[in-house]
C-alpha cells in the first residue's frame, strides 16, 4: 500500500470539460456560432503540429458561417452532453467527485454577444446544469470564457482588440452572475489566458488576416490588455452580486527548466518562465511586471490603455490561482536542439522523461516545483483544474484497462501531497477531463482523457454510450478515501 497520507478535509476532487468540447448541439436552443464551432478537424495534419491544428483560414470562417459541412467541425457534435449532462452528471457522482469544472457558452447565452437581452433557453440549460450539480453534491467551478466567445465579435470587431467587447463581455458576466448566485460560488474568468498568443483566434477571435500590416502582434498584446481589464471588472462584479463568492485567474503552467547549465540556457530559461507567470501576475498584484513593460517598450509595443484601467486592475484582484499543468519542457539557445510538441506549444526535449503518444512529456514531479514556485510567488490558494493523459483507449471484451492512466495521476497525485506537505495550499484538483471529449487542440475524439469512454469516433460515429474505465473505478477509491489509497 501507499504510504501517502491523507488531503486536507475539504479538498475538492472532480473532474473538468469545456462547453465547446463536450456540449454540442452548436445551433440548438438558441445559439449561436463561437469561435470553436469554425475550428476543422484535420485528419491529413501530423497530430504533434499544433500550430497547424489551430491555424484557419478566411475560407474557414465563411463555411462556418454558412453552417454547411458540420461532419468537418467536431466541436459542433461535442460528445452530446447538452441532452445527456443528466446521465453523465450521475457518473460523475458515482465516481465520487465533489467538483466539477464547466464553462458557459457565451453564444449560447449572447448569440452574437451584443444581443438586446439574453437567450432564456440558454439561461435555463446552465440553471437546470447548476441545479443537478448541486442536487448531486456536486460543487460547480464555472470558467466565463474558454475557448467559445461568439463568432460573430471576431467578424465584427476582430475579437478582443476592440474595446467594446470588454462590455459585452462584463454584460454576459453580470447575467450569469445573477442568475447564478445561489448555484455557483467558484469562477474562472478566461481559461489559459496566456494561450492568447499560441492561438489568438480561438482565445480572443483574433484574426492576422484582420490586422493591418506588421500590427498582429500588437494586436494581440491590445486584446490581452482588454481581456485583463475585463476579468478585474467582472470579479469587482462577481464579488458585489454572489457575497462570499470566489474568483480565480486559470494560466497554462508551462514549467521549463534549463537544457544545460550553460549561462546562456539558464538566461533563455528564466526569460521564458517569467513570460510565462506575467499573465497571472497582472490579475494578482494588479499591475504590468516591469520587466515585460520594457520588453513591450523595446518591441515598440504601445497599448492603448484608457484612463482608470490601470487603477482598475490594482483594485480587482482574484482571490485564487488555477492552472493546468500537462508536461514540462526544457530550453536551450542551441539552434541544432531537438524541440517537441507540448500543450499547443513546442518546447526542447528532456532526456530524462519518457512521452505520450502526442509526444508530451510527462513529469509529475514538474508538477511539484510548479506548485511550490506559484505558491512562493503570489501566497494565494491553488487550484490544478487540468491535468491528464490524452491515449488511444480500446475497448476489449467490454472493458477499457487504462493501467497507465491510473499510473499517471497516482504519480501526479503524489506529488500534490508531497507540496501540501511543504506547505503549499492547494483548494483541488480537477482531472482533464473527467469524460472523454473533443481533443481542443486536434480536435479528436481519439485524444482521450476521460475515466468514462464515449463510444464515439474521430469522424462522429459511434452509440455515444459512456463506459466506466478501469481508472473510473481507481478514481472512486482515491476520493473516498481523499487520497490515502492510490493503489
Given at each position: 500500500?501507499?504510504?501517502?497520507?491523507?488531503?486536507?478535509?475539504?479538498?475538492?476532487?472532480?473532474?473538468?470539460?469545456?462547453?465547446?468540447?463536450?456540449?454540442?448541439?452548436?445551433?440548438?436552443?438558441?445559439?449561436?456560432?463561437?469561435?470553436?464551432?469554425?475550428?476543422?478537424?484535420?485528419?491529413?495534419?501530423?497530430?504533434?503540429?499544433?500550430?497547424?491544428?489551430?491555424?484557419?483560414?478566411?475560407?474557414?470562417?465563411?463555411?462556418?458561417?454558412?453552417?454547411?459541412?458540420?461532419?468537418?467541425?467536431?466541436?459542433?457534435?461535442?460528445?452530446?452532453?447538452?441532452?445527456?449532462?443528466?446521465?453523465d452528471l450521475a457518473l460523475f457522482a458515482e465516481m465520487g467527485c465533489k467538483v466539477l469544472r464547466v464553462s458557459i457558452a457565451w453564444?449560447?447565452?449572447?448569440?452574437?454577444?451584443?444581443?438586446?437581452?439574453?437567450?432564456?433557453?440558454?439561461?435555463?440549460?446552465?440553471?437546470?446544469?447548476?441545479?443537478?450539480?448541486r442536487r448531486l453534491n456536486i460543487e460547480p467551478l464555472v470558467t466565463l470564457s474558454h475557448y467559445e466567445m461568439p463568432l460573430i465579435l471576431s467578424e465584427k470587431y476582430n475579437g478582443w482588440v476592440h474595446r467594446k467587447v470588454v462590455d459585452a463581455f462584463v454584460r454576459f458576466s453580470q447575467v450569469c452572475f445573477e442568475r447564478y448566485k445561489g448555484l455557483v460560488r467558484y469562477w474562472l474568468t478566461f481559461n489559459e489566458i496566456d494561450s492568447i498568443h499560441r492561438h489568438p483566434f480561438t482565445t480572443a477571435g483574433i484574426r492576422k488576416e484582420k490586422s493591418a500590416a506588421g500590427k498582429a502582434e500588437q494586436d494581440i498584446y491590445q486584446g490581452l490588455h482588454h481581456q485583463f481589464v475585463a476579468s478585474a471588472l467582472v470579479t469587482r462584479d462577481c464579488h458585489a452580486i454572489i457575497p462570499g463568492s470566489q474568483v480565480g485567474c486559470m494560466l497554462t503552467k508551462l514549467t521549463t527548466y534549463p537544457r544545460t547549465c550553460k549561462p546562456e540556457d539558464v538566461e533563455a530559461t528564466l526569460k521564458k518562465n517569467l513570460e510565462n507567470l506575467f499573465y497571472a501576475d497582472v490579475q494578482v498584484f494588479g499591475e504590468y511586471p516591469p520587466l515585460i513593460k520594457r520588453d513591450l517598450a523595446r518591441r515598440n509595443i504601445h497599448l492603448e490603455i484608457q484612463p482608470g484601467d490601470l487603477d482598475i486592475l490594482k483594485s480587482y484582484t482574484v482571490d485564487f490561482v488555477s492552472f493546468s499543468y500537462y508536461m514540462s519542457m526544457t530550453e536551450s539557445t542551441d539552434p541544432e536542439a531537438e524541440r517537441i510538441p507540448g500543450n499547443t506549444i513546442l518546447g526542447v526535449k528532456n532526456p530524462y522523461l519518457a512521452a505520450s503518444e502526442w509526444g508530451w512529456q510527462i513529469d509529475p514531479q514538474g508538477l511539484k516545483i510548479s506548485l511550490l514556485e506559484l505558491y512562493d510567488r503570489y501566497q494565494k490558494p491553488l487550484f490544478i483544474v487540468e491535468n491528464g493523459l490524452g491515449a488511444k483507449d480500446e475497448v476489449v471484451e467490454g472493458k477499457v484497462q487504462d493501467s497507465y492512466r491510473i499510473d499517471y495521476f497516482r504519480a501526479h497525485f503524489e506529488q500534490v501531497k508531497a507540496a501540501i506537505d511543504e506547505g503549499v495550499e492547494v483548494m483541488g484538483f480537477t482531472t482533464w477531463g473527467a469524460i472523454d471529449i473533443i481533443s481542443a487542440g486536434t480536435s479528436q475524439m481519439s485524444k482521450r482523457y476521460g475515466f468514462i469512454y464515449v463510444d464515439q469516433d474521430d469522424e462522429g460515429k459511434g452509440s455515444l454510450a459512456r463506459l466506466k474505465k478501469d481508472s473510473f473505478y481507481w478514481y472512486q477509491k482515491v476520493i473516498a478515501s481523499n487520497g490515502a489509497q492510490m493503489d
Open positions: 500500500m501507499s504510504n501517502i497520507s491523507t488531503f486536507p478535509e475539504d479538498f475538492l476532487w472532480g473532474g473538468a470539460i469545456a462547453a465547446n468540447q463536450a456540449e454540442g448541439a452548436w445551433n440548438i436552443g438558441g445559439k449561436g456560432p463561437s469561435v470553436a464551432d469554425a475550428v476543422a478537424w484535420k485528419p491529413k495534419v501530423s497530430v504533434k503540429d499544433y500550430s497547424a491544428h489551430m491555424a484557419l483560414s478566411d475560407e474557414n470562417i465563411a463555411d462556418a458561417l454558412s453552417g454547411r459541412n458540420d461532419a468537418n467541425y467536431p466541436k459542433r457534435r461535442g460528445i452530446d452532453f447538452y441532452h445527456r449532462y443528466q446521465e453564444s449560447r447565452i449572447f448569440p452574437t454577444g451584443e444581443d438586446a437581452a439574453p437567450n432564456e433557453e440558454g439561461l435555463t440549460f446552465y440553471h437546470d446544469l447548476f441545479t443537478e450539480m
